[in-house]
T-cell receptor, first 112, second 113 residues
Framework: EAQVTQNPRYLITVTGKKLTVTCSQNMNHEYMSWYRQDPGLGLRQIYYSMNVEVTDKGDVPEGYKVSRKEKRNFPLILESPSPNQTSLYFC???????????FGPGTRLTVL | GENVEQHPSTLSVQEGDSAVIKCTYSDSASNYFPWYKQELGKRPQLIIDIRSNVGEKKDQRIAVTLNKTAKHFSLHITETQPEDSAVYFCAPISSGSARQLTFGSGTQLTVLP
C-alpha cells in the first residue's frame, strides 16, 4: 500500500531534550517536506527536500534540522525543543515539487 | 516566497447549496493549483487540482477554475452535503526551480442540515 508514515504519532517531552520525528514514504517520491499546523495559522512549511542530499528552508525553519540521506526517509530533528514548538507536525511527499502532496498521519508534539 | 491569500476564512451554507472558495497567489511561475480537504483530526488530502494549461476541471460535484492572468483559482462545490464540512486549503506551486510551498490559510466550510 502506497503511504507516508510518521513516528511517533504522539510525543510529550521537556524543554531542551533532543528528539527526532521519523518520516518514510514507499512511493519513490523525490520531493518531501515537513509542515507544522497551528490553530489560525494553517500549514506552514518547515523544510523541504527536492531529492537525496538536497534540502532547503521553508517558511519556519528556526529550531529544526532535517536530513535526506535516503530517498524514502526524511527525519525532522529538534535539537533543543522549546514550548513554542508545541504543534501538530505533518510530513508529506510528492513525485516532484509541482505534484500532489501525500501527507503522513501527523505527529502531535507537546513540549513542556 | 509565494504570497497566497484564501477567502473566505469561514463559510456556512445550507445543505444542497453551493460553496465557492477563492485563492489568490503572487508567483507568476506557479503552474500547479491543488485544493486539499482536511476533515477534523485527519490529514489533508487532495480533492481536485488543475494545471496551467487548463481553465476548468470538474469531478462530479467539485470543480476548480483558474484565471492565470488575474492569478487566482477557485474551488466550487455544488449540492453540498454534511460530509463536505471540513477545512479546505489551496497550495499553488511551480514545478520549476526549487521554492517554498505556501498553503493558503484555510477555509472552514460548514454545511448545515
Amino acid at each position: 500500500e502506497a503511504q507516508v508514515t510518521q513516528n511517533p504519532r504522539y510525543l510529550i517531552t521537556v524543554t531542551g531534550k533532543k528528539l527526532t520525528v521519523t518520516c518514510s514514504q514507499n512511493m519513490n517520491h523525490e520531493y518531501m517536506s515537513w509542515y507544522r499546523q497551528d490553530p489560525g495559522l494553517g500549514l506552514r512549511q518547515i523544510y523541504y527536500s527536492m531529492n537525496v542530499e538536497v534540502t532547503d528552508k521553508g517558511d519556519v525553519p528556526e529550531g529544526y534540522k532535517v536530513s535526506r540521506k535516503e530517498k524514502r526517509n526524511f527525519p525532522l530533528i529538534l535539537e533543543s525543543p522549546s514550548p513554542n514548538q508545541t504543534s501538530l507536525y505533518f510530513c508529506a511527499s510528492s513525485l516532484s515539487q509541482g505534484d500532489t502532496q501525500y501527507f503522513g498521519p501527523g505527529t502531535r508534539l507537546t513540549v513542556l | 516566497g509565494e504570497n497566497v491569500e484564501q477567502h473566505p476564512s469561514t463559510l456556512s451554507v445550507q445543505e444542497g447549496d453551493s460553496a465557492v472558495i477563492k485563492c489568490t497567489y503572487s508567483d507568476s511561475a506557479s503552474n500547479y493549483f491543488p485544493w486539499y480537504k482536511q476533515e477534523l483530526g485527519k490529514r489533508p488530502q487532495l480533492i481536485i487540482d488543475i494545471r496551467s494549461n487548463v481553465g476548468e476541471k470538474k469531478d462530479q460535484r467539485i470543480a476548480v477554475t483558474l484565471n492565470k492572468t488575474a492569478k487566482h483559482f477557485s474551488l466550487h462545490i455544488t449540492e453540498t452535503q454534511p460530509e463536505d464540512s471540513a477545512v479546505y486549503f489551496c497550495a499553488p506551486i511551480s514545478s520549476g526551480s526549487a521554492r517554498q510551498l505556501t498553503f493558503g490559510s484555510g477555509t472552514q466550510l460548514t454545511v448545515l442540515p
